[in-house]
């Protein structure tokens, strides 16, 4: 009598798991076939904007306040540098256009690597160091996302200018620095928690097996490999800080430390009528993020794209 024990199993074939990433996956597809013409019509359409203000801010004002900037194309020849040479010289706010510019530079620059460098050490700190009630802290900085920018304004600028201890030395600018890491702290180390805290143990420990202290790990082995990560990161920042007008007007005082923003917003009152210089302004607050997103676009896409791919 047979009975089930001596009926041998029958492996039944099961289809295999995809177990492909979805950034692998939309990467894949935006590469070939169909994908790849929706990509380049979407990027057009975004560019479409972009392109009309600068058209705009080369042509001469009558031709701005009575055409629109398609009609360019048959006149080609048709431009001039009188906008961009009157908005430079032209006083904003008592003060001229340049010195903005100058101003946002400096705004902007330190406002994106305090923070991050900040990050980075406590993302080593929280991901690879042990020590009493780390997980607890990391929920906490993830928890401080939520709160609203808005809402810290005015509590922090009482505490900064209230406390003895804040010199004022650091009014101004430098108020405006703290200000801005000060906010963008939680993400910038939520972000980086998770790329470092990614990184492959075995490197880490053999680190550590040689007698390469936690400074060590991190400058020469952390820092290199989370490149990609930090650029990401410093784009966002910077072009955050850049584009920012709520934070530098609470933070610093007068128009003296106030960055180009603050000067489209007064041109747009006071000069609300003159379109060319309105173009010509808006365009010079664009050129640095453009440069800066475009030269570093690689390290953009690479860091969107980290941790998607297992190995």
């Known amino acids: 009598m047979t009975t089930t024990a001596d009926i041998p199993l029958i492996a039944t074939p099961t289809a295999a798991k995809d177990e492909t990433p979805v950034m692998t996956k939309v990467a894949n597809y935006t590469n070939k076939g169909m994908g790849k013409y929706i990509v380049w019509a979407i990027a057009a359409l975004w560019t479409v904007p972009t392109l009309g ?13 009575t055409t629109g900037w398609w009609t360019w194309f048959t006149e080609p020849g048709n431009v001039t540098i009188d906008n961009y040479t009157t908005v430079l010289q032209d006083k904003v706010a008592g003060r001229p256009f340049s010195e ?7 705004i902007a620059i330190p406002g994106a690597i305090i923070p991050i460098s900040v990050a980075a050490l406590a993302a080593y700190a929280l991901s690879w160091m042990h020590f009493k009630g780390r997980d607890t802290l990391s929920v906490f900085i993830v928890a401080l996302m939520v709160v ?3 809402m810290c304004l005015i509590p922090l600028l ?8 804040f010199p004022n030395a650091l009014s101004g600018t430098p108020s405006i620095w703290i200000a801005h890491s000060i906010f963008a702290m939680p993400l910038a180390i939520f972000l980086l928690k998770n790329f470092i805290g990614a990184l492959p143990s075995e490197v880490i420990e053999a680190a550590r097996v040689d007698g390469a202290s936690h400074m060590s790990i991190f400058v020469k082995i952390v820092l290199p490999l989370s490149v990609p990560a930090i650029a990401s990161l410093a784009i966002f920042q910077f072009l955050w800080v850049w584009n920012d007008l709520l934070v530098a007007k609470v933070f610093g005082g007068g128009a003296a430390n106030q ?8 041109m747009v009152g006071n000069k609300g009528n003159e379109w060319q210089l309105l173009t010509a302004g808006a365009f010079i607050t664009m050129i640095v993020p453009l440069i800066v997103f475009l030269s570093l676009q690689r390290y953009f896409v690479r860091g969107l794209l980290a941790g998607s791919v297992k190995g």
């Open 259 to 266: 960055p180009m923003t603050y000067a489209l917003v007064d």
């Open 148 to 150: 609203p920018l808005q």
């Open 100 to 106: 903005f510019f100058w101003n946002t530079l400096q």
């Open 158 to 165: 009482r505490y900064l200018f209230a406390a003895s201890w």
């Open 53 to 65: 203000l600068l058209i705009s801010s080369f042509r001469p004002e009558d031709d701005i306040k």
